[in-house]
Nanobody, 119 residues
Framework: QVQLVESGGGLVQPGGSLRLSCTASGSIASINRMDWYRQATGNERELVAQ??????NYADSVKGRFTISRDNAKNTGYLQMNSLKPEDTAVYYC??????????????WGQGTQVTVSS
């Protein structure tokens, strides 16, 4: 059994910063990959950032402003968001590919955290 808990969302003014966290707990052998998605009202869910053992990838809309990272010892991933814009307003979700104790790899989603950028 694996659980993902997200935190760090909130209301911020344009130009501000937030850091989202996604912590996995349970029968975890390793975390293979972590993605951050977002979904604005009326829009489809879109991939924002991704981190694997080989590196990171970002959507063009957030390059240079967002940074994805992870702390393997804490089974936690982070999304540092700087220079936030109103168009970044969305519910943000982490999606983590976890190798469990039995060896299989499963995809798990966090519960989502609201980020609102507004003056």
């Amino acid at each position: 059994q694996v659980q993902l808990v997200e935190s760090g969302g909130g209301l911020v003014q344009p130009g501000g910063s937030l850091r989202l966290s996604c912590t996995a707990s349970g029968s975890i052998a390793s975390i293979n990959r972590m993605d951050w998605y977002r979904q604005a009202t009326g829009n489809e869910r879109e991939l924002v950032a991704q981190i694997t053992s080989r590196g990171t990838n970002y959507a063009d809309s957030v390059k240079g402003r967002f940074t994805i990272s992870r702390d393997n010892a804490k089974n936690t991933g982070y999304l540092q968001m700087n220079s936030l814009k109103p168009e970044d307003t969305a519910v943000y979700y982490c999606n983590t590919f976890i190798r469990v104790a039995g060896g299989a790899v499963f995809s798990y989603w966090g519960q989502g955290t609201q980020v609102t950028v507004s003056s």
